[in-house]
């Protein structure tokens, strides 16, 4: 293709998917659907919210079923909503969304340096934090993360000494050991809560969660009334 026809390649996928969210939805019924509502997360720090999210679906829909896949890397999110692996994700914001997808604001968390009390106490300030054995979840991403950053701007480094492919795993392979981990606060309510916690040393900016789901379900009755129920199960809600 010429360079052109690259360059029309998002807008046109705009405009399809601005057609097809123009159909008017049928009447939904939750009682009678059985097709499973499927939401890809990124933490197990939103499991509280998936299980509110269970028990609503369950008292409003019986035979629906409620299927929970990770969301990993995140920059795989378009293809999955693209191509129906999902009905919808929420996703750390700080992503790109291309045209095809809306979003709206899910819900925010803050960052928490996990230990286990055990084989160690509390990081005090910047330099024992930085001084420290980290693990850390491999995303699949290249990025600089955030705690990363902000040790940066003090001109200091850490030694990572544990990698985990999720965030549970990691939980588990820390416990018994001096490392820590910076995570968001939100895992203390389940796949943490054997570990102690305690804010972190450096300045780490705010956790936010957006809500994401392919333009051509904007005005899909089910699509409206299965967004309206996740929004409505947040922890802080």
């Known amino acids: 293709p010429t360079e052109k026809a690259v360059s029309m390649i998002p807008r046109v996928q705009q405009i399809l998917a601005d057609i097809e969210g123009l159909v008017t939805p049928e009447r939904y019924e939750p009682a009678r659907d059985t097709k499973p509502a499927v939401i890809a997360i990124p933490t197990p720090a939103l499991l509280q919210d998936m299980k509110a ?14 299927e929970i896949r990770r969301l990993a890397p995140r920059n795989r999110i378009n293809d999955m909503l693209t191509h129906d692996e999902a009905d919808m994700a929420i996703s750390v914001a700080g992503f790109a969304y291309p045209a095809t997808l809306n979003h709206c604001v899910y819900d925010t968390d803050r960052f928490a340096v996990f230990y286990d009390p055990a084989h160690r106490g509390p990081v ?3 330099q024992e934090y930085a001084a420290a054995r980290h693990g850390s979840v491999n995303f699949g991403g290249s990025v600089k993360s955030e705690v990363e950053k902000a040790l940066a701007r003090l001109a ?7 990698v ?7 939980g588990d392979l820390i416990e018994g050991t001096d490392v820590i981990a910076t995570m968001p606060r939100g895992l203390a309510r389940n796949a943490y809560k054997g570990l102690a916690h305690c ?3 450096i300045d780490l900016p705010e956790i936010a969660y957006h809500l994401v789901w392919h333009r051509r379900y904007e005005h899909s009755a089910r699509h409206i009334w299965l967004r309206d129920l996740v929004m409505s199960s947040r922890s802080g809600a």
Do not use: D
Not at 53 to 66: D, F, T, Y
Not at 156 to 162: F, G
């Open 124 to 126: 005090r300030n910047a």
């Open 156 to 162: 200091l480094e850490r030694e990572v000494s544990l």
């Open 164 to 170: 985990a492919p999720t965030a549970s795993m990691l």
């Open 53 to 66: 999210l269970q028990a609503k679906i369950r008292a409003a829909s019986p035979h629906l079923k409620l």
């Open 199 to 201: 804010p972190p040393p």
